[in-house]
């Protein structure tokens, strides 16, 4: 049994992923804002036999990171995966000049995985051992209309999470993981007309979000001398 931190566990692929990951016998520690939703959640891990934990946490505010962190330490003596799946995507096009919306997006999918790998990071090298997965996105490899800034944090994610893969000692795995569409409530955020108006199209296909934890349970449960860095997953008909 791992002990696995999820941020942005109160919908979509976080919410899979604990789901999954707790069926499968893995202690979860449930990190999000909506606190209701994760007491839920919790409540339905419990009732099939699973343990969570939960954290009201914004990955924005760097204190509130670590604490996420160091709380499961303290809880349960040590932290082996932390799943960075906090995410935002209010597109629109730049010459829509919705620049808090822009700022919102750096601040929770770069600053908001920046805090996660600096919370995460000194109890990993403490123990000798730890695996970071980063939720990125398709947008990571690939630029669209509506799209440049969400692309940016996510080619931003991609590139700080191969970094540190780079960089961490042996004993630290680090997966990056790429969904392609996905259902979820990202496209909720979207107050562009135009985007929320392509956005109806682009989602007419779409991977449900369980296909996305099956990648991340993938990764994680591959034997310590194995590291699995990066997955792409796409609905079959995506291009």
């Given at each position: 049994?791992?002990?696995v931190l999820i941020t942005g566990a109160s919908s979509g692929i976080g919410r899979a992923t604990a789901l999954r990951l707790a069926r499968e016998g893995h202690h979860v520690v449930l990190g999000a804002r909506r606190?209701?939703?994760?007491?839920?959640?919790?409540?339905?891990?419990?009732?099939a036999g699973g343990t969570a934990d939960v954290y009201r946490l914004d990955v924005t505010d760097?204190?509130?990171v670590a604490g996420f962190a160091d709380a499961?330490?303290?809880a349960h003596g040590r932290l082996d995966v932390f799943v960075a799946n906090a995410g935002?995507?209010?597109?629109?096009r730049l010459d829509s000049l919705l620049v808090d919306e822009w700022d919102r997006m750096i601040d929770v999918n770069v600053r908001g995985l920046l805090h996660g790998i600096a919370a995460a990071l000194p109890h990993f090298r403490r123990q000798g051992s730890g695996h970071f997965v980063t939720l990125a996105s398709t947008g990571a490899h690939e630029v669209v209309p509506t799209a440049a800034v969400y692309?940016?944090?996510?080619?931003?994610?991609?590139a700080i999470t191969e970094g540190l893969r780079q960089e961490a000692e042996p004993g630290i795995r680090v997966t990056?993981?790429?969904?392609?569409?996905t259902e979820s409530e990202l496209a909720d955020s979207i107050t562009d007309p135009g985007a929320k108006a392509a956005m109806a199209g682009y989602r007419a296909v779409t991977l449900p979000p369980d296909a996305i934890a099956a990648a991340i349970s993938y990764a994680i449960g591959q034997p310590e001398g194995v590291d699995v860095n990066e997955i792409v997953v796409r609905p079959t008909a995506q291009r």
């Open positions: 049994m791992k002990t606190e209701d939703r994760l007491t839920a959640l919790a409540k339905e891990i419990h009732d760097r204190a509130d499961a330490v303290e935002v995507m209010p597109l629109s692309c940016g944090t996510k080619y931003a994610a991609r990056t993981v790429s969904p392609g569409v």
